[in-house]
């Protein structure tokens, strides 16, 4: 479930970033400046190179860090599925993945680990 929240909280702070720097943009094509906002779709990359992991320490906050790179060992072995210039679909479909792997899979593992048993007695029976 640690898995699964790690992944789910790593997307949702990208969508938040997305949605943020669109707003941005968006706000700025209308005043009429032409200058775009700065994308962070660089540093939202999975498991990114040294030098853009640098850049991603700095923009973003501890926790906030602690999370990320927990995403990018959990995802890793997923980043590579996709080729897009577009950063949603390199966050998607291997955060789709990982979802279903650490949450639907471990929960399936872990139902399948045997469990003590719990003895339903009365409260009028005597303990042996």
């Given at each position: 479930?640690?898995?699964?929240?790690?992944?789910?909280?790593?997307?949702?702070?990208?969508?938040?970033?997305?949605?943020?720097?669109?707003?941005?943009?968006?706000?700025?094509?209308l005043?009429?400046?032409?200058?775009?906002?700065?994308?962070?779709?660089?540093?939202?990359?999975?498991?990114?190179?040294?030098?853009?992991?640098?850049?991603?320490?700095?923009?973003?906050?501890?926790?906030?860090?602690?999370?990320?790179?927990?995403?990018?060992?959990?995802?890793?072995?997923?980043?590579?599925?996709?080729?897009?210039?577009n950063?949603?679909?390199?966050?998607?479909?291997?955060?789709?993945?990982?979802?279903?792997?650490?949450?639907?899979?471990?929960?399936?593992?872990?139902?399948?680990?045997?469990?003590?048993?719990?003895?339903?007695?009365?409260?009028?029976?005597?303990?042996?």
């Amino acid at each position: 479930m640690l898995a699964a929240s790690i992944v789910a909280l790593s997307f949702v702070f990208f969508a938040l970033d997305q949605s943020k720097e669109g707003s941005e943009n968006q706000v700025r094509s209308l005043e009429d400046k032409g200058q775009r906002a700065r994308s962070d779709a660089v540093i939202d990359t999975i498991n990114p190179g040294p030098k853009v992991e640098r850049t991603r320490e700095q923009s973003h906050s501890a926790v906030r860090e602690y999370i990320d790179d927990g995403n990018d060992i959990l995802l890793a072995p997923f980043a590579t599925i996709i080729d897009s210039a577009n950063p949603w679909p390199r966050r998607l479909l291997p955060g789709v993945i990982g979802l279903l792997l650490y949450g639907v899979l471990g929960l399936m593992l872990a139902n399948v680990l045997p469990r003590p048993k719990n003895e339903v007695r009365d409260w009028r029976e005597a303990p042996n």
